[in-house]
């Protein structure tokens, strides 16, 4: 049951001695290249053991019931919401958009059990987040800026889904039912599981069903079109080869439909998504080579877009939009010298394709088409490893280093001719070359966790800030132009914690600055006609000289008697562009707090969250100032056993007064959800 | 078995020469292939075929193609000195319409062609006749008919009067298949004469301004106003950021950049007096 708690984790990884590291980056590389990393007696280190010390250093206290998380059936988002470096843009009930260290999906990299998955909605309505549910889920880790980027290259960091993880063992079948139902928006969320294990053999296969009606803002207030309803299945088998080889096999498949998103003009009919992989993983292969896996995968994602709940529109449209990948990865992870590595060959190949067909209000006249994303391909190939050095007793240096080969090919003759309306001297084809590298320094002493780190990454804009035709931004309100010929974007960031723990206190304070130059933002061209009707201009993709981005956090938790614990948060970001002044979407000075009282297998919590004047906004990105707010919740569990069946029963009410408010990260400004009773219930047999 | 085998061989090889001979062409170079007869025009000895890739004449611009046949059938290829003249008999006058020179296709060996502009469609009391002259041997012939010009569907030839007191004509040439991409665009300019007489106009432009009145009136980037290019034909290049209706707000405007016809689109005025529509 524990596995449906998502286990949030944080890894900061830290620079130290930068030409030092940039020696040993190049010997790494080269050595990869060789592929001779299994003789190599080079001093790697294992970063990954230390990071986990530093999480274990940070969760160990929190039983999994105890994790801040308030309701086991709650949705993947409002989970990863409770990362501090995670922010959640909010369109809806429904799929919202992970912002990690303050930027949104272009800048990370998200996948699931290391597969890069590329949502296939040109308006974002569909982050890769969205098409898993938390029952096929077991964590999620987030590592901010460039360390840990074994899925690709990134500026903001990166958030991998880690499939719940099943194993061999004695032959057990074991299942799981559960239901949950929320008054506010009368979502009802019905699921079951079952898991087998043999000693040569496993499988497991869920399903999980959520249904809501609109819900209703603070005051009583329906917010219309936020609604949805989800069906998700995912199977997993693995079969041993023998003592140290098996095979795995995972399928997802996720099914929305009828989905609202009130901040949007425009709802989902159909979101789909086939998430596949067969992995190979071999075990114990010398003293020194620990671990190899290997994964194919492949995804197939579609989506429909669609008007017609709408009963007032200037146009009737369809967009829908299709993106498929497939890929691989092989990792190999060892200790050389009492030194841990890992080394990751990636690559992958993408198609994106999304079309529009207005109908006209005239009648007889033909459909408006066009080709939103032009039919663009992204192949990609990518050369990663991190390792650790012992530099002193309780000190050890922290390295990662990356390189990859992008390339987009535009494979619509059609979308071609359409972008060189824009750029008629543009090429087919762009290729890049994407670097990354990250040092830390962490130095760990008794209670005490020190981390500091310095990381250089860049990016290759995505497919619609590259490629996207007449793209609609509904919260500036203005048509997007994507910009084929942009230079790389690049991050010079410095990050740094520091954490303290004992038996009963913890605390944690890490910030991080990104200095990003060649930033991409729209940027309104007045020369430009609109599009779409009432659009109020055009703006097409292009580089800001620098950006700059500082996010800090503070974690304080203290055990107060055995059956007390108490949990606080603050967070606060600032993002400013050069020329620009505030970027959007940056988060205000933010906290959180929660008294928890446990006693045998009962607990409960009274928790408050909140957000201070939000005043660092910027209108021509649709923003503009909001108040303050603070929302209070309140929770209680009860856990009872029957011979072998468990049951968890957990009720609650979550925003109690009733508030009306909206977050610097709800587009359009869309009210947050009322007063809202929920009643979660589990049983484990 | 046996019998089968050589009953379906049979079968193959009657089916095979059946085929053969009705592939057997007696025109072995068809040279009107892909195009699609509109009319035939005769006098005592000759017939004059008269093709266009549609099977249709319509108003504005048509790229028109004929084939002389003698009493016998066979193609003249030695026709000289071609001309016609397209004339269209109204109730209170008669009057005829730009046309071009004749010239036989290139790489065809009877194939003659060129275009003419109708401003306006026949009906049953207003009509258009088309007289060809020729010669062959040394001998002068003429051919004469009725012929039936439709109204095209879209606008696509503008016939006006210019703030400099003449009379215009302007027809879209090209594109004829447009695309979501920026498009070859071609016109052809005339000013009338007098009522039988339109000649070319040599060193205006043609300004464009392409819109979607079905979308809030919007335009496209990166457009090209027309210019008279080696060809005597005005080009320039029109962008189609979408399928559907398009309507291409003109003005035209003299050597000295005068506008002498059309008006800018704007906040309060949607659209120019003259205009191309396009719909695909
Ligand atoms: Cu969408
Ligand atoms: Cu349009």
Request: with cysteine.
């Amino acid at each position: 049951m524990s596995n449906l708690f998502l286990l949030l984790q944080e890894k900061y990884f830290l620079p130290a001695n930068f030409s030092k590291m940039f020696r040993f980056c190049f010997i790494f590389l080269l050595l990869c290249c060789a592929g001779g990393y299994a003789q190599s007696d080079s001093t790697h280190h294992r970063d990954t053991v230390k990071a986990v010390l530093l999480e274990e250093v940070i969760i160990v206290g929190d039983r999994p019931l105890r994790n801040k998380t308030n309701k086991p059936l709650a949705n993947l988002e409002q989970y990863l919401e409770k990362a501090n470096a995670v922010n959640m843009i909010r369109r809806g009930g429904y799929a919202w958009e992970p912002l990690i260290n303050g930027m949104a999906t272009e800048r990370s990299v998200i996948t699931i059990d290391g597969m890069r998955i590329y949502g296939a909605c040109t308006d974002k309505m569909d982050p890769v987040t969205s098409y898993v549910e938390i029952t096929n889920l077991e964590k999620a880790n987030v590592h901010s800026g460039q360390a840990g980027s074994a899925g690709g290259a990134t500026i903001a960091g990166s958030l991998d889904l880690v499939r719940k993880k099943n194993t061999f063992g004695a032959k057990s079948l074991k299942g799981i039912a559960f239901a949950g139902f929320e008054l506010n928006n009368r979502q009802k969320i019905l699921g079951t599981g079952i898991n087998w294990q043999s000693p040569k053999t496993y499988s497991s296969i869920d399903l999980t069903f959520r249904d809501a009606d609109n819900y209703k803002a603070g005051g009583g207030e329906e917010v219309l079109y936020s609604q949805f309803t989800k069906y998700n299945m995912s199977a997993i088998a693995g079969f041993k080869i023998d003592e140290h080889q098996h095979i795995e096999a995972s399928l997802i498949y996720d099914h929305a439909v009828d989905i609202g998103y009130p901040a949007l003009p425009m709802d989902v009919s159909l979101a789909r998504a086939y998430i596949g992989s067969v992995e190979y993983v071999r075990h114990h292969i010398s003293s020194s080579v620990h671990q190899w896996q290997t994964k194919l995968y492949f995804n197939d994602v579609t989506h429909v877009m669609d008007d017609s709940k709408r009963p007032v529109v200037p146009i009737r449209m369809d967009m829908p939009g299709w993106s498929k990948t497939a890929g691989f990865y092989s990792r190999v992870e060892g200790t050389t010298g009492g030194n841990n590595w890992k080394l990751n060959i990636s690559g992958h190949h993408n198609y994106s394709l999304a079309e529009m067909t207005m109908f006209s209000n005239t009648p007889d006249e033909k459909d408006m088409f066009m080709l939103t994303w032009p039919g663009v391909q992204t192949n990609y190939g990518d050369l990663y490893g991190e390792a650790s050095l012992p530099v002193g007793h309780n000190l050890k240096a922290v390295l990662s280093a990356g390189l990859a080969l992008h390339n987009n090919l535009i494979s619509k003759e059609s979308g071609l001719e359409s972008l060189k309306i824009f750029y008629p001297d543009m090429s087919r084809s762009k290729t890049r070359l994407l670097k990354r590298f990250s040092a830390t320094m962490q130095y760990n002493k008794n209670h005490w966790l020190l981390d500091a780190g310095i990381a250089y990454g860049d990016r290759a804009p995505s497919v619609s800030e590259g490629y996207g035709f007449y793209l609609f931004n509904s919260f500036d309100r203005f048509d997007y132009i994507g910009n084929p010929g942009m230079k790389n974007e690049k991050s010079v960031s410095v990050n740094g914690a520091a954490a303290f723990e004992n038996k009963a206190f913890m605390a944690k304070l890490s910030g991080s600055f990104f200095y990003l130059t060649d930033y991409i933002i729209g940027m309104p061209d007045n020369g430009l006609s609109v599009m779409t009707i009432g659009a109020s201009g055009v703006k097409v993709y292009g580089q800001l000289k620098s950006a700059a981005i500082f996010n800090t956090s503070l974690d304080v938790n203290y055990q107060l008697t055995e059956k007390w614990y108490w949990t606080n948060k603050l967070g606060y970001r600032r993002g400013t562009g050069y020329g620009i002044g505030n970027l959007p979407l940056i988060q205000p000075f933010t906290y959180a707090s929660a008294i928890n009282f446990k006693v045998k297998a009962f607990s409960a919590e009274l928790s408050m969250n909140g957000a201070a004047r939000h005043n660092k906004y910027n209108s021509d990105f649709g923003e503009r100032a909001l108040p303050a707010y603070t929302v209070f919740n309140v929770m209680a569990s009860q856990r009872v056993r029957l011979a072998k069946t468990s049951l968890q029963i957990k009720a609650g009410v979550e925003n109690i007064l009733d508030n009306n408010y909206t977050t610097f990260s709800d587009w359009n400004r869309v009210p947050r959800m009322g007063r809202n009773l929920f009643i979660n219930l589990v049983v484990v047999f | 078995m046996k019998l089968l085998n050589v009953f379906l061989l049979g079968l193959v090889i009657v089916l095979f020469s059946a085929g053969c001979s009705k592939d057997k062409d007696p025109d072995p170079i068809n040279e009107t292939e892909g195009l699609q007869l509109v009319t035939t025009l005769s006098n005592d000895n000759h017939k004059v075929n008269i093709y266009t890739k549609s099977g249709k004449l319509q108003t504005g611009y048509n790229e028109i193609f004929f084939q002389v046949k003698d009493a016998g059938g066979n193609l003249v290829d030695n026709a000289l000195q071609l001309e016609w003249m397209p004339v269209m008999h109204m109730s209170s006058m008669s009057h005829s319409c730009p046309a071009s020179s004749i010239s036989k296709k290139e790489n065809t060996r009877s194939l003659y062609k060129g275009f003419v502009v109708f401003q306006m469609a026949g009906s049953d009391m207003e009509y258009w006749e088309l007289t060809i002259d020729y010669s062959v041997g040394g001998t002068a012939y003429e051919a004469k008919g009725n012929i039936q010009v439709l109204e095209a569907s879209k606008k696509v030839v503008q016939s006006f009067l210019g703030s400099d007191e003449k009379r215009y004509v302007l027809a879209l040439v090209a594109p004829s298949e447009p695309k979501v991409a920026v498009n070859d665009m071609t016109a052809v300019l005339y000013r009338m004469e007098s009522m039988m007489s339109f000649v070319p106009v040599d060193g205006y432009t043609v300004k464009i301004d392409p819109r979607m009145p079905g979308m809030g009136n919007h335009s496209s980037p990166n457009n090209i106003d027309l210019t008279q290019g080696t060809d005597k034909l005005y080009h320039g290049k029109l962008s189609l950021t979408m399928t559907g209706y398009w309507k291409i707000n003109l003005q035209l405007e003299n050597g000295s950049g005068t506008v002498v016809k059309g008006e800018p689109v704007t906040e309060g005025n949607e659209g120019s007096s003259i205009y191309f529509e396009l719909e695909f």
